[in-house]
């Protein structure tokens, strides 16, 4: 298991998080740019050393400020993907990933059969012989991933794997990534800026913002329960705190929000409770609409966002803040002929709608 406390500036930024991540399992850490992701890789990896704070992996310390210890990056049982891929440009590919075995003073006989399975298991055999600008993204980035793995880490750590490939390579190369670490027996610390790699990828997510963790769990409780109007719009949810003014038959609860009462089945105990509405539940009209929807939300349309990859799904942001999401059919936008400015109606019905503690 990692247990890692950090606390560290660098400048105004201040990070301050703590992390826990088990043996083959994912950890992703996911977070907006400048939130803090890459500072904590850093410090596992042993390239940054935190002001203040403690790193344990597997029993082993490798950094206790309070007691002066230290393990420098180059002690470290760690396997690390930069952004870039760091390979070096004027090796081959199976030079590249034979790399850290050579630098480990391992026989001759030792690195070649190793490369050589690595190459097989990532199937880079038939490029075993180019040299990083002849090989493709994808290829690119499994020489990476299979020179990290060689020498068999404890931790693997992940710094935006799939960020430099394209949006048609990013596709085949997040199936192939998936089932990779799906095999592995280390630890994996994987760090995004993208919700639906946390998604994918993360057996715990850990939600980051201005260097702190401010929600950790599976992937399950984050789209259930989001704590914090950050997290929910990062998983592309609308979140809204609220106060109970009336309770009514069974769990059912009705809520004063910044954007009016909702009735919601309550999931918790308390006076103060989030709601949490998905999008793709929530239905749009020009006029009120003449449902059986109990909850009715009203505003000026802010953006319209057509979903990836073919727009067939669309965003409505509806004004004013706190914002408002739906989700709905291009067709249905085109029916109703939605322009941003427009006034719409926003329902949903009460039993889609969770509110909890």
């Known amino acids: 298991m990692l247990r890692a406390a950090l606390q560290h500036r660098l400048g105004e930024f201040a990070l301050d998080c703590e992390l826990e991540a088990v043996a083959r399992a994912t950890l992703v850490v996911v977070g907006e740019s400048g939130s803090g992701k890459t500072s904590v890789l850093r ?13 344990d992996l597997a029993g082993q310390c490798w950094c206790d400020t309070a007691r002066g210890i230290w393990l420098p990056a180059h002690g470290r049982d760690v396997g690390y993907v930069p952004q870039d891929y760091a390979l070096f440009p004027h090796l081959s590919a ?9 630098a480990a003073r391992l026989g001759r006989r030792e690195v070649r059969s190793r490369t050589s399975a690595l190459l097989e298991r990532f199937a880079l055999t038939a490029f075993a012989g180019r040299r990083p600008s002849q090989l493709s993204g994808g290829q690119q980035q499994r020489v990476a991933l299979a020179r990290a793995l060689a020498l068999e880490p404890a931790l693997l750590l992940l710094d935006e794997p799939l960020s430099a490939l394209d949006v048609e390579t990013r596709h085949v190369v997040r199936t192939e990534l998936k089932r990779v670490l799906g095999g592995l027996s280390c630890v994996t610390v994987f760090v995004t800026h993208a919700p639906m790699e946390a998604l994918l990828f993360g057996d715990r997510i850990a939600v980051m913002e201005k260097g702190r963790i401010i929600q950790s769990g599976d992937r399950i409780s984050l789209l259930r329960e989001p704590r914090s109007r950050y997290v929910a719009s990062l998983l592309g949810l609308n979140l809204l705190p609220g106060r109970v003014v009336s309770r009514g038959i069974g769990k059912e609860v009705t809520l ?10 309550e999931s918790g105990s308390g006076d103060e409770l989030f709601v949490v509405v998905s999008p793709d539940q929530v239905t749009l009209s020009l006029d009120a609409p003449g449902t059986s929807a109990r909850n009715v939300l009203s ?15 669309v965003r409505v942001v509806i004004g004013p803040a706190p914002v408002f999401v739906a989700e709905v059919t291009a067709a249905a936008v085109a029916q109703l002929g939605l322009l941003v400015g427009q006034r719409v109606h926003a329902a949903f019905k009460a039993t889609s709608v969770a509110a909890y503690a």
Request: net charge negative.
């Open 299 to 313: 505003g000026e349309i802010a953006e319209i966002l057509p979903e990836p990859p073919y727009g067939e799904r």
């Open 256 to 265: 004063a929000t910044a954007r009016g009462e909702i009735t919601a089945m």
């Open 43 to 55: 410090c596992l990896a042993g390239l940054l050393r935190p002001n203040q704070g403690r790193i």
């Open 94 to 102: 199976a030079e590249n990933i034979g790399f850290g075995l050579r």
